[in-house]
């Protein structure tokens, strides 16, 4: 049976490892290279690489640090930052990347999904959606009861931000989670803004909206705190992944923590 | 000395980074001259299987793949490599495919509540006790596997499965070709204990 997978995320920016609350105040976390190693070694079971500023700066990413990344481990990598068209994707994919997340060019260009999963197989196309909840009955606060709890929180309504987490780009996340997937691409990254970094646990009730409506994969992402949390998103969310930062670039729980955590509690992992 | 095949289909560094770190000697290449003069051939790739064979028509490297394979010469297919050995594929309107393995390359339903692509990492189920590339790879190991098509042979070659919804050839293994439909240069340890394995073939 296919285990559910733990990711570790390396937000990059400037060349080092960092992380925020909420997409902002950031914090230093390591030498990319070295972090990568570490994990290789905990067994984490694919590393994620954003370049979390390339998109907004118009850069590219950081190629070279792709490519010192992809030479010291033995594990699936995804890297995503500052994709523009198919000559993104192959560069990333010939230094060393199996696959890349599109976000903002995704918003921007929806042909790229159809392209670039046409070209390099869908298998290989990871779009990141960061989504925000916009309006829950009502009102545009967060609620934190899960769908299961409270009926009317159905009602709730998540937009799309693009250029990591500066603009919304008034699209409805459940539609465009459809529409990615109708596309062609083979996974969907889906963080939640108000959620990430907080702590807090995964947004239930928006992994949920999205797993529910879409057959590709879906890897949840913002506000991994507790041991428990994985477990909620990867059950009640039907989440195929979880992503964390801080709790691991801070040694808060190991990968092998995580993991038999999920085990002992019947969620298949690889252990 | 091992050929790694670049075809321009994806992620090749990783297999030759694998292979090196048991200090084998490898070449990637597009000539089909540089394939006669390897011992040993690998067909990465990932993508889709009708522009992998226009591109290695383009490169003139089906008669070079075909006669490696043809001289009794060691070959591995992975993941798409493994496909393209096979007649016909379902992806692109049935495309013939390099015809070496008897079979057919399908798509997962998607109507069994399972996500396609199957990505991550599933356990293989050993069929066969006596395929080399095997070696010291216990049953149920955990490999990674990221793909939404796979072979059905019509001989029995499969020295391994894994079970997605259907139980379907991760493994496969006739004479001197070998195919692996999961990725043994991205699933660590047991990985690259594969690919020692296929360094240490004759």
């Known amino acids: 049976m296919l285990a559910k997978r733990i990711i570790p995320c390396l937000d990059i920016k400037e060349g080092r490892v960092v992380k925020g609350i909420k997409f902002l105040g950031l914090r230093d976390a390591g030498d990319p290279v070295e972090v990568a190693k570490i994990y290789d070694r905990h067994q984490a079971d694919e590393l994620v690489f954003l370049d979390i500023t390339a998109s907004f700066e118009e850069r590219k990413t950081l190629m070279g640090l792709v490519e010192d990344i992809a030479k010291n481990i033995f594990m699936p990598f995804t890297v995503g930052g500052g994709i523009r068209d198919i000559d993104d994707i192959r560069g990333l994919l010939n230094a060393g990347a199996d696959k890349v997340s599109i976000n903002t060019q995704a918003v921007k260009s929806p042909d790229l999904i159809a392209q670039s999963s046409r070209r390099f197989g869908s298998q290989c196309i990871v779009v990141a959606i960061d989504a925000k909840l916009h309006i829950a009955n009502g009102k545009s606060h967060i609620e934190k009861k899960t769908i299961s709890d409270k009926p009317e929180a159905i009602s709730k309504k998540w937009l799309v931000y693009i250029n990591g987490g500066r603009t919304p780009a008034e699209l409805d996340a459940i539609e465009w989670a459809g529409e990615v997937a109708k596309l062609g691409a083979g996974e969907i990254l889906l963080t939640s803004m108000d959620y990430d970094g907080t702590k807090d646990g995964y947004d239930i009730d928006l992994t949920k909206a999205i797993t529910s409506t879409v057959n590709i994969p879906v890897i949840a992402s913002g506000g991994a705190g507790r041991l428990q949390h ?42 | 000395m091992i050929a790694i095949i670049d075809y321009g289909m994806g992620n090749i560094h990783s297999v030759q980074k694998a292979l090196e770190s048991f200090g084998a000697e490898t070449v990637v290449t597009n000539q089909p001259q540089a394939i006669k003069a390897c011992d040993k051939v690998i067909l990465p790739g ?35 490599g493994l496909q393209l050995l096979f007649s016909q594929s379902q992806e692109a309107n049935h495309s013939k495919g390099l015809a070496i393995l008897k079979g057919r390359v399908v798509k997962f339903p998607d109507t069994n509540g399972l996500k396609v692509p199957h990505i991550g990492w599933n356990q293989l189920k050993k069929a066969a006790e006596d395929c080399p590339l095997l070696k010291d790879i216990p049953d149920k190991s955990y490999v990674y596997f990221c793909h939404s098509y796979y072979a059905v042979p019509d001989d029995d070659i499969v020295a391994a499965t894994c079970d997605y919804g259907v139980e379907f050839a991760a493994v496969v293994c006739r004479d001197n070709i070998y195919g692996v439909q999961f990725h043994p240069e991205k699933s660590q340890a047991l990985g690259l204990k594969v690919i020692e394995n296929f360094i240490n073939l004759c």
């Open chain 1, 230 to 271: 994985f477990y909620d998103v990867l059950t009640t969310a039907d989440a195929s992944a979880c992503l964390a930062a801080s709790v691991f670039h801070f040694q808060e729980y190991s990968i092998r923590q995580v993991k038999e955590y999920l085990n002992e509690r019947g969620v298949r992992v690889r252990l």
């Open chain 2, 46 to 80: 990932v993508g889709a299987f009708e522009d992998a064979l226009a591109e290695l028509k383009k490169y003139n490297l089906i008669s070079a793949l075909c006669g490696h394979i043809k001289s009794k010469k060691t070959f591995l297919g992975i993941c798409l």
